[in-house]
Antibody, heavy 121, light 107 residues
């Protein structure tokens, strides 16, 4: 059973960089065939896809966040990470990591439990 | 970006009712449409993928249909555990986008 777990600071100051890590267990990122995504949900709102990474390191970012987002992968630790720079209060959200399955069409079949990140001084 | 519009935004129903939620895409997405259920404080859970395929372990009272721009999620007989928020999501093209959600409440 694949499991994903987000970790990182729950409080980030405005203008700083939000950094989160997703640790994958029960499956290997480097086995290929899957894309690994970050998705966020503003309080009481809908879902926003941030971007994904493949085990090879290739990425795609949502153009709405592209200038501030970096997603990276560490296959040796079976982790992938999100960095979001120059954060403001509008970046306060629950951040989820998820696996984009190997089917066509793709869908998010496994999710982390989510972690709330608050941007505040 | 492909815009996904769900209706209604909220819905009150009773246990045993048949419920239908619709999702419309701003352009044709073939069958690249997925449905998720989210309960408070939890991550979304996939119910239906590829418009009409039931995810393993999901009760058969859930079904999906549609192709192109118009899709529906139907719950044939509501159970107490089905009261939640439902989202559609397109995976036809990046950036992936979600509908705004439909909150299903107990009448």
């Amino acid at each position: 059973q694949v499991q994903l777990q987000e970790s990182g600071p729950g409080l980030v100051k405005p203008s700083q960089t939000l950094s989160l890590t997703c640790t994958v267990s029960g499956g290997s990122i480097s086995s290929g065939g899957y894309y690994w995504s970050w998705i966020r949900q503003h309080p009481g709102k809908g879902l926003e896809w941030i971007g994904y990474i493949y085990y090879s390191g290739s990425t795609y970012y949502n153009p709405s966040l592209k200038s501030r987002v970096t997603i990276s992968v560490d296959t040796s630790k079976n982790q992938f990470s999100l960095k979001l720079s120059s954060v403001t209060a509008a970046d306060t959200a629950v951040y989820y990591c998820a696996r984009d399955g190997d089917t066509v069409p793709a869908y998010f079949d496994y999710w982390g439990q989510g972690t709330l990140v608050t941007v505040s001084s | 970006d492909i815009q996904m519009t769900q209706s209604p935004s909220s819905l009150s129903a009773s246990v045993g009712d048949r419920v239908t939620i619709t999702c419309r895409a701003s352009q044709s997405i073939s069958n690249y449409l997925n449905w998720y259920q989210q309960k408070p404080g939890k991550a979304p859970k996939v119910l239906i993928y590829a418009a009409s395929s039931l995810q393993s372990g999901v009760p058969t009272r859930f079904s999906g249909s549609g192709s192109g721009t118009d899709f529906t999620l139907t719950i044939s007989s509501l159970q107490p555990e089905d009261f939640a928020t439902y989202y559609c999501q397109q995976s036809y093209s990046t950036p992936y986008t979600f509908g705004q959600g439909t909150k299903l409440e107990i009448k």
